[in-house]
């Protein structure tokens, strides 16, 4: 039996641990295939084999055995004089930095070591060493100062590294395939390929410039994915065999199962209206499009235009076509990911194939649980593994840019896959450059295909070329003509209605009654859940039914609250909705009328996709009020879009010709995002606070302004030639304002028993399918929402050591959901829906 071991196993004698030579080449196998899909795989090998080279030394193996005798119960430290406490010691033991130092040692030691071996080697070092902590700093600044961070990690003493120790011990089959690997002749040539091609890509050409840096920084993040993913399913499978069954490990149906799947839906395809010839047409394009070579496509449609269904025609052919390996849908809001994934899922797991139902479409969206991961958590960890992936925006940025190891983990997938964005134009603005890059990055080396799907296409090209702007022309269209589209699909009438001192709520209310009396329904959109509450109250007492949408609402709720509106709909019941922006964005639901509270231009396009949506020969009315009442302190994108609309609809007032008389038609669309992205081009590069005023595409590009601190303090140039300060970027990144927590609320009775099973369950595979189920009950909240709850002690752990909360259900009203304040009785939870 071997004498070291990667993990031991609480209860379990050393004979059922996990050897370390077994761990090791586990992940290296692993690590290389997802290496290869960039080109690297031999690298991914060499990082797998050289991560845990620590803990070949005599003081983690004591560290292992001696946390497994002080869970014994029947141990008695006093019999055994090796026994040492370990409390305090897990994560002290540096077991990572030895790898890095091997390396690096031996690279350095080689005659014909060149730039490209430093390099290169500093980019595999900077994996090794931040296996548990995420991608360390190159440089770092903070309140000492500026310096060297990465150097003063690979300088560490040998008695505290063990690497003399480590290089003993360790089997000569490991050791040999390191050195191989090491000393081959062209092992720097695939990472010398895919540098020269990054710089000859990059806008300013120079290995210098922002573009190529931040280009050099993501090449590291790819490969750090690829250990990080290898290395927890590893650890994973290990610790609990069980939880294989639940990978698909790459084995996913072909693809040419899913195209018949979807072609058969295609082909039975009923027109009923002239908008479903524009939706076949559509669909039609996307077909032939799919023969297309990888890249860059731009999908602009009109809302309504049925582009979820073809953009899967498109995705699914061109998949087979270039041996793609996933189809990721990134969504704005978790509102909508349930309905368009539930759409996809309907066709391509279909009901006479049970033995394929969870298996090609995967929803991952929730954060049910903080960043802090206890085992349990762990093993709910998904990487993105199946051939559909319905994700947000939040979790693809999160993945490319965000803190720790838990993001950064399934980026490898984002390579060789097909990339849609649904919605693309909801983009933070502050990260137009971080994406932009990201995206030219996939594309360019990953061997990737993006399509960016809206009505309302910003202008990602025309922003600052040296920061970073998308490739796009005429060419990248895959529609042929966009502007009779838009002509053809035009169902709405447009009115503005702003006033000189704003509209009251209740003027908003009342306007929405008047609509709902001649028209027959009406949905009201805002931009604040307080003012969807103050016009649902005005409203809920009339004569009609009135409904209420929110993100305070879980799914589930939703589901059921949008499910009731589309029935009264079609049997032709005057009713009135007020929602949030939420139902903007793909919701497929259908109004007479649609009153909008002013906002971005975008956003009223958006809105007025909910009216007339099938298109009626009957013209639908879309109204603009501006509110009067309306506090945006805090929500500072929404002013200055309202800024901007506020001069377009001007303008436009003053010549309507000039815009082909289209109030939402691409040409006021183009000005209008002219006007807002030059407003907004200083955010463009997200800045941040970094102890200076500094950006965080600078600090994962040249981060020049930490290098210049440097030699002023020590009158030289950094000695390393990647620079970035990884880890400063991603504890400052967040994709959206404020980070949220998710929390589990208690609607209905399915609801209230989910949290009973949540606070009772030990069992690996019965949590896996209780978490999953639980996102459908969960709403987010904010940092200050999640402690005024928990001060009022309306929130609770599901068990003792997790991060997973509930809701107490006086907090939950069946109406309008989430509220801060204990609801007064209502009518008894049931499974039905109670107006």
């Not at 509930?806 to 829906?833: A, C, H, M, W």
Request: hydrophobic fraction near 35%; charged fraction near 25%; proline fraction near 3%.
């Amino acid at each position: 039996m071997t004498d070291y071991f990667a993990h031991s196993k609480e209860g379990k004698p050393p004979s059922e641990w996990q050897p370390l030579d077994h761990h090791l080449k586990n992940v290296a196998e692993l690590a290389k295939n997802y290496g290869e899909k960039v080109g690297m795989g031999n690298y991914g090998e060499l990082l797998g084999l050289l991560h845990d080279f620590g803990k070949y030394s005599a003081e983690f193996q004591k560290y292992l055995s001696n946390a497994t005798k002080r869970n014994d119960m029947d141990f008695n430290p006093d019999e055994d004089e090796d026994f040492e406490d370990i409390t305090g010691k897990k994560g002290k033991i540096d077991h990572s930095t030895a790898g890095a130092q091997y390396l690096t040692q031996y690279l350095n030691s080689r005659i014909t070591s060149s730039n490209a071996h430093k390099i290169l080697g500093q980019a595999l070092s900077i994996c090794l060493v931040s296996h548990h902590s995420g991608l360390i700093n190159c440089i770092t600044t903070d309140n000492k100062g500026t310096w060297n961070s990465y150097s003063k990690r690979l300088s560490k003493d040998d008695e505290k590294t063990h690497l003399s120790e480590c290089s003993e011990v360790v089997e000569k089959d490991i050791l040999n395939k390191i050195n191989e690997i090491l000393s081959s002749q062209s092992f720097t040539k695939p990472f010398e390929e895919i540098c020269r091609d990054i710089v000859l890509s990059s806008s300013k050409k120079g290995p210098n410039s922002i573009i190529a840096q931040f280009n050099l920084g993501l090449l590291v993040r790819i490969l750090f994915s690829a250990l990080i993913d290898a290395d927890r399913q590893d650890t994973a499978d290990s610790e609990r065999p069980k939880r294989k069954r639940h990978r698909l490990k790459g084995k996913y149906n072909p693809w040419q199962t899913l195209i018949e799947r979807i072609e058969k839906k295609h082909k039975s395809f009923e027109i009923k209206n002239p908008v479903d010839e524009i939706r076949k047409e559509v669909a039609e394009h996307c077909l032939r499009a799919a023969e297309r070579e990888k890249g860059l496509f731009t999908l602009t449609v009109p809302t309504g235009g049925g582009k979820t269904l073809a953009s899967l025609l498109f995705a699914l052919r061109h998949a087979k076509k270039q041996a793609m390996e996933h189809i990721f849908y990134i969504i704005p809001f978790t509102t909508i990911i349930d309905q368009n994934a539930q759409i996809v899922r309907e066709i391509l797991e279909p009901g006479d194939c049970p033995e394929d139902s969870g298996k090609i479409v995967l929803e991952h969206h929730s954060n049910i649980g903080s960043d802090t991961q206890t085992w349990k958590e762990k093993l709910l960890t998904e990487n993105w593994d199946s051939p559909v992936i319905f994700t947000t925006m939040v979790q693809f940025l999160e993945a490319l840019f965000g803190a720790g190891t838990r993001g950064a983990r399934r980026m490898h997938q984002l390579a060789r896959s097909i990339i849609i964005f649904d919605e693309i134009q909801t983009l933070p603005v502050k990260c137009v450059h971080l994406f932009n890059n990201a995206i030219n990055f996939l594309i360019d080396h990953c061997g990737s295909t993006v399509v960016l799907c809206t009505a309302t296409q910003p202008l990602l090209e025309g922003v600052d070329e040296k920061k970073g702007s998308l490739k796009l022309s005429k060419h990248n269209e895959l529609m042929p003509d966009v502007g009779r589209m838009f002509a053809e699909l035009k169902r709405v009438s447009i009115h503005d209605s702003r006033k000189a001192k704003g509209w009251t709520y209740l003027e908003i209310a009342k306007l929405s009654f008047e609509q709902v009396k001649n028209e027959g329904n009406c949905l009201v959109v805002v931009n604040t859940k307080k003012a969807a509450r103050i016009i649902f109250e005005e409203a809920k007492n009339k004569s009609f039914e009135t409904f209420h949408l929110s993100t305070g609402m879980c799914p589930v709720h939703r589901k059921k609250t949008l499910n009731v509106i589309r029935q009264r709909l079609q049997e032709g019941k005057p009713i009135l909705c007020i929602s949030t922006q939420l139902i903007e964005a793909g919701v497929d639901i259908d109004f007479r009328s649609v009153v909008r509270l002013l906002a971005g231009l975008d956003s009223i396009a958006q809105a007025a996709g909910r009216c007339n949506r099938h298109g009626s020969p009957r013209i639908g009315n879309v109204f603009i009020v501006n509110a009067a009442e309306e506090n945006l302190r805090n929500l500072e994108e929404i002013k200055v879009a309202q800024e901007k609309s506020n001069r377009v609809l001007d303008d436009y007032s003053s010549d309507a010709s000039k815009y082909d008389a289209d109030t939402i038609g691409p040409k006021m669309l183009q000005w209008y995002y002219k006007n807002y992205f030059y407003d907004r081009k200083d955010i463009m590069d997200y800045p941040v606070d970094a102890g200076r005023k500094d950006t965080i595409l600078n600090l994962l590009s040249t981060n020049s302004l930490a290098v210049d601190d440097y030699r002023r303090r020590y009158k030289t140039w950094p000695e390393i030639n990647l620079r970035h300060s990884f880890m400063t970027a991603a504890k400052l990144f967040k994709s959206i304002e404020a980070p949220t927590q998710s929390v589990i609320v208690q609607y209905g009775d399915e609801g209230k028993n989910l949290v009973g099973e949540l606070c009772a369950a030990f069992e690996v595979e019965k949590q896996y399918s209780l978490i999953k189920k639980a996102q459908q009950f969960s709403v987010n909240l904010f940092p200050h929402e999640f402690e005024r709850l928990a001060r009022q002690k309306a929130l609770y752990r599901v068990q003792e050591g997790t991060e997973i909360y509930y809701l107490d259900r006086q907090y939950y009203s069946r109406t309008t959901g989430l509220s801060f304040e204990p609801i007064e009785k209502e009518v008894q939870f049931n499974d039905e829906y109670i107006a």
